[in-house]
């Protein structure tokens, strides 16, 4: 890879919580780094999971948080939702959707399976102008404050091999030496702007 930092883009449903947590570490470890939701709406769990609080993506997280905090602060005081949108908006003002985004990224990591199933069909439908490569990793995260925490670290450990290594080549073989030693598969596909 080249000295410059790698250009990595981070992606989770709703561009709230797993995508966000990557984005912060791999942000303060000096990497260019955005992160983005590939969802239609963004969607935080409500006191049922049948009734989720939705917001438009143009809604900041401090609208969000005001509004969370006005419906019910106890509650998402004690789900951290609170927490987690006032680290976000420290970081952007609002979440962003993958699908809005035009700028060209050298590694995508999408933290669900359905994420990187919209991801790269959206890629492939595409009209491809430069050819430049960009390499599409999914990397399982439960989406919960643990669980994103863990994962941040998780993408940050490939980020960094990946800035270490020559070139991108050798991703094939840091992706086997990652699902060895944690256990888990990462699913990995080339698509082309």
């Not at 449903?13 to 942000?27: D, G, P, W």
């Not at 699908?99 to 790269?120: G, H």
């Not at 439908?125 to 919960?144: A, F, G, M």
């Not at 863990?150 to 993408?155: K, N, T, V, Y």
Request: proline content about 5%; hydrophobic content about 35%.
């Amino acid at each position: 890879m080249p000295s410059s930092p790698l250009r990595v883009a981070v992606v989770c449903m709703s561009n709230v919580n797993r995508s966000m947590e990557a984005h912060s570490l791999l942000e303060r470890k000096g990497f260019s780094v955005r992160s983005f939701g590939a969802g239609s709406r963004v969607r935080l769990p409500g006191r049922r999971p049948d009734l989720p609080a939705v917001y438009d993506f143009a809604t900041t997280y401090r609208q969000m948080h005001d509004d969370l905090l006005r419906k019910d602060r106890e509650f998402y005081t004690q789900n951290g939702i609170l927490h987690i949108l006032g680290r976000n908006e420290r970081i952007k003002p609002r979440p962003e959707r993958f699908q809005e985004c035009t700028e060209s990224f050298d590694v995508i990591f999408t933290c669900e399976e359905r994420v990187y199933d919209r991801v790269v069909e959206h890629l492939w439908s595409r009209e491809e102008k430069t050819l430049q490569p960009v390499h599409v990793i999914n990397v399982d995260v439960k989406d919960n404050p643990e669980g994103a925490t863990l994962g941040a670290f998780l993408i940050c450990e490939l980020c960094q091999r990946l800035q270490e290594a020559a070139d991108m080549d050798k991703l094939a073989g840091l992706l086997r030496q990652a699902e060895e030693k944690t256990g888990k598969a990462f699913p990995h596909t080339v698509c082309f702007y």
